[in-house]
């Protein structure tokens, strides 16, 4: 069957089949918070032979004061809270940043198990890898609200509430 993607709206991906149809994930609400002074934790460094990671080991005490804050000022704003997600679709920036998701979020292995099988498949592949974790878990059958998490450069989080 022939598929293809395209933006309806912002903030709405709309999956249409041959006929028509309408499927897939839709974007409900979406959200971005950028940390101050944290070029040295995350971001890239561009060298004669090409770009080099930064990558520092202050990110997982970063992210464990700042994460919740941040999380929870998105939730707060568009009206939901962790108990309103049947899952939780996070970057899988390496085992560090899972485990710190672990712990400051109280989730639990199983609720990441997506992010987990996706880093052991792949590995990170910088903040794009979300979306890798997206397609395991619409592939493994995940459906209804869930909570997707990106980590970029600056240190910055990017929210999104998706409809699976």
Known sequence: M???????????LLHNTRNGARAG???????????????????WDIKDDGFGIVLSPELPSLMKRALAPALDDFLDRNGFSLSDFN????HPGGRKVLETVEEVLGLTRDQLRHSWE????????????VLFVMEHAIQSGARGPHLLAAFGPGFSAYFAAVEL
Not at 26 to 42: L, P
């Open 2 to 12: 022939s598929k293809s993607w395209r933006w309806q709206r912002p903030g709405l």
């Open 25 to 43: 994930p839709r974007v409900v609400a979406s959200g971005e918070w950028c940390w101050g002074n944290t070029e040295h934790i995350m971001g």
């Open 87 to 90: 899952g939780f679709l996070f």
């Open 118 to 129: 996706v880093l052991r498949r792949h590995g990170n592949m910088s903040s794009a890898t």
